[in-house]
């Protein structure tokens, strides 16, 4: 069983930046790939940004590469998204989820563990 809490959303400015942060407790943190995903109102979830379980691999959205960086301190449990240079289309939910095996995933089913997730609101 893995518990995921997110913090770090708000209120910010177009161009501006968040880092977003997903500490996790439970056993074998580092047996599970992580990912950020973000729900837009009206919208469905959607997958923004995974890791790998060593760090080592990443993947994004077209729509956050170049301005989102995904990374992750096993030590500490935790996950963190970089956003930089946000624009109001960012603005969401979002959550950080966890799934158990050795690559990085993009699909909402591959996900184990779920977050209650953080708002990011961006403004123009």
């Known amino acids: 069983q893995v518990q995921l809490v997110e913090s770090g959303g708000g209120l910010e400015q177009a161009g501006g930046s968040l880092r977003l942060s997903c500490a996790a407790s439970g056993r074998f943190f580092t047996n599970y790939g992580l990912g950020w995903f973000r729900q837009a109102p009206g919208k469905e979830r959607e997958f923004v940004a995974a890791i790998s379980r060593s760090g080592g691999s990443t993947h994004y959205a077209d729509s956050v590469k170049g301005r989102f960086t995904i990374s992750r301190d096993n030590a500490k449990n935790t996950v963190y998204l970089q956003m930089n240079s946000l624009k109001p289309e960012d603005t969401a939910v979002y959550y950080c989820?966890?799934?158990?095996?050795?690559?990085?995933?993009?699909?909402?089913?591959?996900?184990?563990?779920w977050g209650q997730g953080t708002q990011v609101t961006v403004s123009s």
């Open positions: 989820a966890a799934a158990w095996g050795y690559s990085v995933y993009d699909r909402l089913g591959q996900y184990d563990y």
